[in-house]
């Protein structure tokens, strides 16, 4: 019967691969009596201790960042969307001022449109050359022009019945098309809108 000699030497003793290993856990040197610093367990390994976290599982830092970043990103879309909402409040705001004015001078317009006839007919009867009456006219016209109160008609122009109301109509070899021959009563207008529609004679061309 042979003897089984793995692990061990001639003379049955542990070969020096299986000699026993003993670790000297004593916190004070016997040879110096200083104390040992304690030995770092991981100071045998060839990578950083992050490097311990799980396979796809980011560092702390980094998920924080990415947080940040997140609550950043939703707070500016708020500001932006508030600033939206502020932007449109202010247009409305302004345009419904507009609307507002524009709705009072046409209303001051249309009360004053009897005393502006009386001025235009007392002008047309020369009433008003010298008088201390004319200063009084002028300025009122003024003062509806600064708010784009404006009398319009003329004789010659082209009848529109978007502006001109024709109270009388001719035939006339001298025209080409429906022409106002004569203003009844001037028309008013404040920017773009009808006021009162000038009254007028209007000439057609003949047949």
Do not use: C, W
Not at 23 to 42: C, F, S, V, Y
Not at 47 to 55: C, G, H, I, Y
């Amino acid at each position: 019967m042979s003897d089984d000699t793995t692990g061990t030497s001639g003379s049955g003793t542990p070969g020096p691969e299986e000699a026993p290993r003993f670790t000297d856990k004593r916190r004070l040197d016997p040879e110096t009596g200083e104390l040992r610093e304690p030995a770092d367990p991981l100071a045998h390994l060839d990578f950083e201790p992050e490097a311990l976290t799980e396979v796809g599982e980011e560092p702390a830092e980094d998920s924080a960042l990415a947080l940040a970043e997140t609550l950043a990103a939703e707070r500016l879309e708020d500001l932006l969307r508030l600033q939206a909402e502020y932007v449109n409040y202010r247009k409305r705001v302004d345009r419904d001022r507009s609307v507002a004015r524009d709705q009072t001078v046409v209303q001051i317009a249309e009360a004053l449109i009897p005393v502006l006839d009386d001025i235009a007919l007392a002008r047309q009867h020369g009433e008003l050359a010298g008088g201390p009456f004319a200063s009084i006219a002028e300025k009122l016209e003024q003062v509806l022009s600064r708010f784009e109160v404006q009398r319009y008609g003329e004789v010659g122009e082209m009848f529109d019945p978007n502006v001109h109301e024709a109270l009388m109509h001719q035939h006339s070899s001298e025209v080409t098309g429906p022409t106002v021959v004569q203003v009844l009563q001037d028309g008013y207008k404040v920017g773009d809108r009808i006021v009162r529609a000038a009254r007028v004679a209007v000439a057609d061309p003949d047949a």
